[in-house]
């Protein structure tokens, strides 16, 4: 061969050769990329396989729960019939101001507001115990219901009683009967609100 001939040839190699290590490359370059993707999705596919185990085990957990409640639901329901039969706690609640609000509803209490022998007039003779009224008031100063405070923290301090009256009133002397000594008493008192 001629040595043009063979510049030819060597050429059209090396023009060959060039050619063949890019698509060499680029065949790398793709197989890297593939190789990234299958990683992925393999790791993806792990993370789907421990989710799925855990639910299973969620799964598992939940019915074995719910095989208990059928029991529970038998008990709940033998104590509903056992408060809901005539004369149970529902029906006395039933006939209370609880369900009836037409049922007129007050506070009472029975208290002291003197010693004798000793202390003198109970709570240092502070009105904050006794509805913002001191107790010698309530005792020797004629104190009246109309008198008392407003203010909730010291009427719920002092009427802790709860009693209901019918339409035509109630009878306080029935809610407690040591109230009858009450009326001729100087030393205590007692009031509605």
Known sequence: MTSRA???????FLQTNAQVQEV???????????????????????????????????ISALTSTLGVIPDELATVSTSVAAIARPGS??????????????????????????????PGWFDGNSANGYAGINPSTWTDGDGRVSQKSNN?????????????????GADLLRVHPVLLLSLTSTQFRKMTC
């Open 24 to 58: 060499a490359s680029t065949l790398t370059a793709n197989a890297d990329v593939q190789l990234s993707a299958t990683e992925a999705l393999v790791n993806e596919v792990d993370s789907m396989n421990l989710a799925q185990s855990s639910l299973r085990s969620s």
């Open 152 to 168: 909730w923290t010291y009427l719920n301090r002092l009427f802790t009683q709860k009693g209901t009256a019918s339409r035509s």
């Open 89 to 118: 706690i529902l029906d006395r609640v039933n006939q209370t101001y609880l369900r009836d609000p037409s049922i007129p509803v007050f506070k009472w209490q029975l208290w002291y507001t003197y010693g004798n022998g000793g």
């Open 6 to 12: 063979t510049q030819a040839a060597v050429n059209a």
